[in-house]
C-alpha cells in the first residue's frame, strides 16, 4: 500500500447544503499534503470525514487501508486530529496537558511523564513546561496543541489550518515542526488558506473549490496549469491604480487577476512583448509605474486564475 489516504466521489451534504460533490484524492505514505481553498469550500469537511467524525453522505474513502465508516475504529488508533483552534486546558500546565493526554491514551504515569518532557523539549516548550497554559502566547498553545497530537506517534496527522492567527515567527516554528513529523514518517494532511504555506510544506497539493478538486498536482504543475507568465506592475500612486486597470485590460483583454494591494496590478501574459506594450501604454497615459517584473505565477495567482477570488475569501463552511 504506497498510499495513506484515498477517497472516490467522496460526497456530503447538510440538508440541502451540498458540502462536497465528488472529491478524489490519493495521498502518498509519508508525504505531506495541501488542501487549498476559501472558507466554506469543503476542506474542514473532508478532514472530519477522514478522521470518523462525520459520515459522508457518498462515495468512499479509506486510511491506511481502513474505511472510514465500516472500520472507523481502526482507523482512530491510527490518526491524530490537530483542529483550527488550540484545544489546550488552560488551567493546567503545558507538561500536565501532556501528561492528561498520555493517560488518556493509556500510558502509564511515568511514561506519560517521560513523554511530556520529551515533547516540551522538542517543540521548544521545555521553560514553560511548568506554567499554566492561559500564560501561553498563540504560538506557544498552537505548539503545545501540535504536541497533544503527537503524544502517541499517529501514522496520519490532521492538521486543520494549523497556523490560523499565528505571527511571521510562530508560522515559522510552526511549519518547521510539521516538516519535523513528515520526516519521521507520518503522512501529514494539511489544510490551509496561506498558500505560501502550501508552497512551503506540501508535496502535492489539491485546489477545492464548491466542494470539489477543480486542480491536484505539485506546486511546480500548478503553476504551470495556467500557461503563462505574470506580469506585476507596482504604481508609483495608488490613486492612479483604477485607471492602470483599465489600461491593462485594454491591451491585455482577460486574465487580470482581482486586486489584492492598491499599489499592484497583476495579470497573466503571453509574451514580453504584451509587458512591453502594457509599460507602453501606462507611460502614454501618465500613469507612473514604480516597479514591472514578468516571471512564473505564484501560487497566489495560479489560485485566483482557477477560482475568481482570493483564498481568504469569506464563506461559512457548513456544520452538522
Keep these: 500500500m504506497t498510499n495513506a489516504i484515498e477517497t472516490a466521489g467522496l460526497a456530503k451534504s447538510f440538508g440541502e447544503t451540498h458540502a462536497l460533490r465528488g472529491v478524489d484524492l490519493a495521498i502518498r505514505k509519508g508525504s505531506v499534503y495541501g488542501l487549498l481553498g476559501p472558507n466554506g469550500a469543503g476542506k474542514t469537511t473532508i478532514v472530519r470525514i477522514l478522521a470518523t467524525l462525520l459520515r459522508p453522505s457518498g462515495g468512499a474513502a479509506t486510511v491506511l487501508g481502513h474505511d472510514v465508516v465500516r472500520d472507523a475504529r481502526a482507523v482512530r488508533r491510527k490518526v491524530s486530529l490537530t483542529g483550527?483552534?488550540?484545544?489546550?486546558?488552560?488551567?493546567?500546565?503545558?507538561?500536565?496537558?501532556?501528561?492528561?493526554?498520555?493517560?488518556?491514551?493509556?500510558?502509564?504515569?511515568?511514561?506519560?511523564?517521560?513523554?511530556?518532557?520529551?515533547?516540551?523539549?522538542?517543540?521548544?516548550?521545555?521553560?514553560?513546561?511548568?506554567?499554566?497554559?492561559?500564560?501561553?502566547?498563540?504560538?506557544?498553545?498552537?505548539?503545545?496543541?501540535?504536541?497533544?497530537?503527537l503524544v502517541a506517534?499517529?501514522?496520519?496527522?490532521?492538521?486543520?489550518?494549523?497556523?490560523?492567527?499565528?505571527?511571521?515567527?510562530?508560522?515559522?516554528?510552526?511549519?518547521?515542526?510539521?516538516?519535523?513529523?513528515?520526516?519521521?514518517?507520518?503522512?501529514?494532511?494539511?489544510?490551509?488558506?496561506?498558500?505560501?504555506?502550501?508552497d512551503q510544506?506540501?508535496?502535492?497539493?489539491?485546489?477545492?473549490?464548491?466542494?470539489?478538486?477543480?486542480?491536484?498536482?505539485?506546486?511546480?504543475?500548478?503553476?504551470?496549469?495556467?500557461?503563462?507568465?505574470?506580469?506585476?506592475?507596482?504604481?508609483?500612486?495608488?490613486?492612479?491604480?483604477?485607471?492602470?486597470?483599465?489600461?491593462?485590460?485594454?491591451?491585455?483583454?482577460?486574465?487580470?487577476?482581482?486586486?489584492?494591494?492598491?499599489?499592484?496590478v497583476t495579470a497573466r501574459v503571453a509574451s514580453p512583448a504584451q509587458a512591453a506594450a502594457v509599460l507602453s501604454a501606462l507611460g502614454d497615459a501618465g500613469v507612473e509605474v514604480a516597479q514591472l517584473a514578468v516571471g512564473d505565477p505564484s501560487l497566489d495567482e495560479v489560485f485566483l486564475a482557477l477560482t475568481g477570488k482570493p483564498a481568504e475569501s469569506p464563506a461559512p463552511e457548513a456544520t452538522p
Design 201 to 264: 510544506l506540501a508535496e502535492r497539493m489539491a485546489v477545492i473549490d464548491h466542494g470539489r478538486v477543480i486542480a491536484e498536482g505539485t506546486s511546480r504543475e500548478l503553476k504551470a496549469s495556467i500557461g503563462a507568465n505574470t506580469l506585476r506592475v507596482r504604481l508609483a500612486d495608488a490613486a492612479q491604480r483604477p485607471r492602470a486597470l483599465e489600461l491593462v485590460e485594454r491591451v491585455l483583454g482577460d486574465g487580470v487577476f482581482p486586486a489584492q494591494q492598491p499599489l499592484e
Design 84 to 149: 483550527q483552534y488550540a484545544s489546550v486546558d488552560e488551567d493546567l500546565t503545558g507538561r500536565e496537558n501532556l501528561v492528561l493526554v498520555g493517560r488518556l491514551l493509556g500510558l502509564t504515569w511515568a511514561d506519560a511523564r517521560q513523554r511530556a518532557s520529551d515533547l516540551l523539549e522538542v517543540f521548544g516548550l521545555a521553560e514553560a513546561g511548568d506554567r499554566q497554559a492561559r500564560t501561553y502566547s498563540g504560538g506557544m498553545r498552537r505548539r503545545l496543541d501540535i504536541g497533544a497530537s
Design 153 to 198: 506517534i499517529p501514522d496520519v496527522l490532521f492538521l486543520d489550518e494549523p497556523t490560523t492567527g499565528l505571527d511571521p515567527r510562530s508560522r515559522n516554528q510552526v511549519w518547521e515542526l510539521v516538516r519535523r513529523i513528515a520526516a519521521e514518517g507520518t503522512t501529514v494532511l494539511l489544510t490551509t488558506q496561506y498558500l505560501d504555506e502550501a
